[in-house]
């Protein structure tokens, strides 16, 4: 049996100290709209506008004290002061639609060092043409998910991140 600590559990538990839901067997699904005209690279700062975890949402108050950078290498969760609280390297397959990643837990609670996690994102705009990526990762077993969705005891967590500007150049600059 795997550990509950794996690279995932991580990274839900540095955005979600305690949570309270119902105990209910819903699916939560995420909607994603193709946008061709979108860069092949995630490169950049997001915010975490949702999150779920085994088809429960994460607090919202949780999600808005975090930054995530991705990188070329890395995926990185910063805390309201820029505190690393969890970081991962990743390789990305950008010709499967959609896009699969593979991700290995480099930073966090030591238990999750070494941690792997499959997953699938895309990138999209939404209705009114703002830009998301979303990802989507099985903490357990060689799979790749399916789609961009987590039900009860499925062991997967989704989350919807929606560009920002570089959180340290708004400190440094004057005009904020």
Known sequence: MRMLSSLGTVLFLALSPALSWADDDRTLEAK????????KTYVGFYKILSGENDG??????????????????????????????YSCSY???????????????????S?????????IMTQGTNERDEPFVMLCYRLVGDEYPEAFRTRA???????VLQPIPDPSERKHDPSN
């Open 153 to 159: 005891q499925s062991e997967m967590n989704l989350f």
């Open 32 to 39: 994603s709209v193709q946008d061709p005209s979108l860069p």
């Open 111 to 119: 238990v999750s060092v070494g941690q792997t996690a499959k997953g």
């Open 91 to 109: 390789t990305l397959d950008l010709d499967a639609k959609p896009h699969r990643i593979d991700m290995e837990s480099t930073g966090g609670p």
């Open 56 to 85: 429960k949402p994460l607090p919202q108050e949780r999600l808005e004290s975090h930054v995530v950078r991705i990188t070329q290498e890395m995926i990185v969760v910063l805390d309201a002061d820029e505190n690393e609280l």
